[in-house]
């Protein structure tokens, strides 16, 4: 009798702990992100980690190598200048597409919102066309022997342009059709962030005799801060992993001048063969973004901390 009373009182205990669980709200929160950890855990940790084992691998992926095909890409000057080449076409095609974004958006906020449909459509165009189809349309345009664009510089007597046959034209038209696919994204961003922003402070600001930069100054940039930070961390990191418009408008050319790390760790891990090496290439991309990642989320969390 004594230890039936006894394995009821420990069943009773175990339910209560059970409830309680279930009540605290972390453990809820916990429980309905659990499905999406297991996708982001078989997605994305398991080929990262995969990704480190076969890096360590020779050409046949038969023994263990160590970080020895490190070791031959920081001896490589092709490797050098593709990190080169990638931090350039990342960094200044992210600045001028939260530049023309911003710009956008502060236009499209003034128009009156029957006309401001029309003209958000139209602009996020460039953004829904599929990346590949659109440099596909640049590349015409850049080609050398019926370049739209040179023929319509030859009008105004400005010599052709070689943009596909030099390296540092080349470099510039990756970016221009990089900022023409990526700012109406940023534009939508900002537009939205924007509207958020309360207009009782440019009222405030107004009766304080602020001109129209103090106002973007003092109050649009700090309330839009966030929304900024985030918006230019996810673009630097999908730009750095870019591979379709250099793939379609250089191939890498010339003189492989105009790779970024994933079309270089392409070339080098299917075309040459060489897997083991080309997982070096797209692991070299990790610490880059982390540490980019790591200053921005930091500086969103602190300005999170002083508005609270």
Known sequence: ???????????????G????????????????????????GGLIAYPAAFGIYLSMLNRRMTAFVGFANYEILFESDTFWDV???????????????????????HMLHGIPDK???KWRGMLLVPWVIPPAL??????????????SINWLLSIISVPEIPWLGQPWWARISIIIVNVWIGAPFFMIMY??????????????????GATG????????????ANIISIT???????????????????????????????????????????????????????PVLAICAFFVLRGVTRRNKEQM
């Open 134 to 147: 659109s440099t596909l349309g640049w590349w015409w345009m850049f080609d050398p022997s019926y370049s």
């Open 1 to 15: 009798m004594a230890s039936a009373t006894s394995t009821i009182g420990a069943d009773q205990a175990r339910v």
């Open 232 to 286: 230019v961390l996810f673009s630097l990191i999908v730009t750095f992993a870019n591979y379709d418009i250099v793939r379609v408008l250089t191939n890498g050319g010339p003189r492989d001048l105009t790779h970024v790390f994933a079309s270089y760790a392409f070339q080098v891990g299917i075309l040459a063969g060489n897997i083991p090496r080309g997982a070096a290439v797209s692991l070299f991309m990790m």
């Open 115 to 117: 006309g401001q449909r």
């Open 83 to 105: 990190v080169f080449q990638s931090c350039f076409f990342a960094i200044t095609a992210v600045l001028l597409k939260a530049l023309i974004g911003f710009w956008l958006a």
């Open 213 to 224: 930069w103090q106002r973007l100054r003092y109050v649009t940039i700090p309330m839009m």
């Open 17 to 40: 702990s059970l409830q309680r669980f279930a009540r605290r709200r972390s453990s809820i929160a916990f429980l309905m992100a659990l499905p999406l950890l297991i996708v982001v």
């Open 191 to 208: 537009l939205a962030a924007l509207k958020s922003v309360p207009e009782q402070l440019y009222e405030a600001a107004a009766i304080d």
